[in-house]
């Protein structure tokens, strides 16, 4: 039988590492299909630089172009596993999408910036990269994010029910697809982006794994509040947001502002409340007669996030796409294979009904292998 086979790359804004699928598009009767995936963490020495250079600092181009370089070899060592896990030969690759990592995300002042080397990974991994597929809809007036929905919607769209995708990443994200097949998206907020940084601070660790800690504590319902006031909730979509807006000095702000001196673990457990409910309320604001939630992302493996966002929700039916079939970490690796391979065929891979864009795009820049 016939493959169609591209690597999606993806390295979010959790700072976790990295992940690559190998995934085949001519699969009979199914959007796509994972032949093998791997995820290659990301050393505290790269971690770590890659969150100063989200701030104005000292050297900054040298320090890019050298991160740059060490996420290359990070991208390449996962797609050589993931090939390996799917027993499959790079020859038969057509291309990888590879996305990079988020630095800047600006699309209000008409830019965006991942840092990455998409020739260095098409020269160490040989194979053919698609790379840079959001700044063409951001130089078309789009927000450049999210870009996912339109691969939500070959994968998880129904005829038969109204569902919801949620993506919680370090920055959450929804994609309504009703039946009648219309879709729209937008971010919602943060994800895991607040809640890793207190823990980090407080805890010495880079997350709460399953939302451990934030179950020892309770919701500071005074914080909250302060946190919810802030403009970006209320806003219409299309609207994206990154670190840029959403860091530790947002939040000390915010708590210097309103005289909060709770304990740690009450202020993780608001964190994330302040992620439930933001994910809640933009799915009753714009997508009020959905039936079911699928979560993915690694904010689905974080038990308290889930149980807070199951009470947001109710009576919607909440579950992941992993009962789908979809693990949760590959979702967003998938998307980027697809992107590829939209890019490659010449097809526009941007929803303007969702970024706001003056109209379809092409997204992406092809590195030969």
């Known amino acids: 039988m016939a493959r169609e086979l591209f690597v999606g790359v993806m390295s979010g804004t959790s700072l976790d590492g990295v992940d690559a699928v190998v995934a085949d598009f001519a699969v009979p009767g199914k959007a796509c299909a994972t032949l093998g995936a791997a995820h290659v963490g990301f050393p505290s020495l790269l971690r770590d630089e890659l969150l100063a250079l989200q701030q104005p600092g000292s050297n900054e181009l040298a320090r890019a172009g050298a991160a740059a370089n060490m996420l290359a070899e990070l991208y390449s060592d996962a797609i050589a596993r993931a090939l390996a896990a799917g027993k499959v030969d790079r020859d038969q690759i057509v291309a990888a999408g590879v996305h990079g990592q988020t630095l800047r995300h600006r699309p209000d002042r008409g830019f965006t910036v991942q840092l990455n080397n998409p020739a260095r990974v098409a020269e160490k991994a040989g194979v053919r990269v698609v790379a840079d597929f959001r700044s063409r809809d951001v130089a078309a007036g789009g927000q450049g994010a999210p870009l996912v929905p339109a691969f939500h919607a070959a994968l998880f769209a129904r005829r038969d029910r109204?569902?919801?995708?949620?993506?919680?990443?370090?920055?959450?994200?929804?994609?309504?697809?009703?039946?009648?097949?219309?879709?729209?998206?937008?971010?919602?907020?943060?994800?895991?982006?607040?809640?890793?940084?207190?823990?980090?601070?407080?805890?010495?660790?880079?997350?709460?794994?399953?939302?451990?800690?934030?179950?020892?504590?309770?919701?500071?319902?005074?914080?909250?509040?302060?946190?919810?006031a802030d403009p970006f909730f209320g806003a219409a979509?299309?609207?994206?947001?990154?670190?840029?807006?959403?860091?530790?000095?947002?939040?000390?702000?915010?708590?210097?502002?309103?005289?909060?001196?709770?304990?740690?673990?009450?202020?993780?457990?608001?964190?994330?409340?302040?992620?439930?409910?933001?994910?809640?309320?933009?799915?009753?604001?714009?997508?009020?007669?959905?039936?079911?939630?699928?979560?993915?992302?690694?904010?689905?493996?974080?038990?308290?996030?889930?149980?807070?966002?199951?009470?947001?929700?109710?009576?919607?039916?909440?579950?992941?796409?992993?009962?789908?079939?979809?693990?949760?970490?590959?979702?967003?690796?998938?998307?980027?294979?697809?992107?590829?391979?939209?890019?490659?065929?010449?097809?526009?891979?941007?929803?303007?009904?969702?970024?706001?864009?003056?109209?379809?795009?092409?997204?992406?820049?092809?590195?030969?292998?």
């Not at 949620?166 to 039946?179: E, F």
């Open 162 to 228: 109204h569902r919801v995708i949620v993506n919680v990443g370090g920055i959450a994200n929804i994609t309504d697809l009703a039946p009648d097949g219309t879709v729209h998206g937008f971010d919602t907020g943060p994800g895991n982006v607040l809640s890793d940084l207190w823990c980090a601070r407080n805890r010495g660790m880079t997350f709460d794994a399953q939302g451990a800690w934030a179950a020892s504590g309770k919701p500071n319902e005074a914080l909250l509040d302060v946190l919810l």
């Open 237 to 369: 979509p299309p609207k994206s947001t990154h670190r840029d807006k959403f860091n530790l000095q947002w939040l000390e702000e915010r708590l210097a502002a309103a005289h909060i001196d709770d304990e740690a673990e009450n202020i993780q457990a608001t964190l994330v409340a302040l992620t439930a409910r933001t994910i809640a309320d933009a799915i009753r604001a714009y997508a009020a007669t959905a039936e079911e939630i699928l979560v993915c992302g690694g904010g689905a493996n974080n038990a308290t996030l889930m149980r807070y966002l199951a009470a947001e929700v109710a009576p919607r039916r909440l579950s992941t796409t992993a009962d789908e079939g979809v693990p949760v970490e590959q979702v967003e690796a998938l998307a980027f294979a697809w992107l590829a391979r939209e890019a490659l065929a010449g097809r526009p891979a941007n929803l303007p009904e969702v970024t706001g864009a003056k109209g379809k795009r092409i997204l992406g820049a092809i590195y030969p292998r």
